[in-house]
């Protein structure tokens, strides 16, 4: 496993759940950018819903929740759906990676003033 880590082409999302939550229990690992493709047309080709909008950001804040580690997330979609993503308001959601790790630099900058005395910890 490297940074960044290129799963490449995973068809099935159960592959990337178990990357990610994978990923989020190693303990050198304080925070997650994600950014997948978002196909909203998918189900079609697989005849069933995949995930829809809200099952995605619902899934990943429970998981941020559960492993106590942020995750930033940036869809590679139109940008109709990004901004469908959100619109919904459940989950941050950025434009693109870059945008996700200055989002994970600033939450970062913020506990580090907030605690400065246990800056050597994060």
Known sequence: MGNPMDLGDILDPTGLIVAVESCLELENIDGLVLSFIYEPQAEMIFGRKIAAPEEILAFLKD????????????????????????????????????????????????????????????
Do not use: H, M
């Open 63 to 122: 998981l941020s929740q559960a492993k106590n580690k942020p995750i930033a997330f940036s869809p590679v979609a139109q940008r109709d759906d990004i901004e469908e993503f959100k619109r919904l308001g459940v989950f941050p959601v950025f434009n693109d990676p870059l945008e996700c790790v200055l989002g994970l630099r600033f939450l970062r900058n913020y506990w580090l003033n907030k605690y400065p005395t246990r800056s050597s910890e994060i």
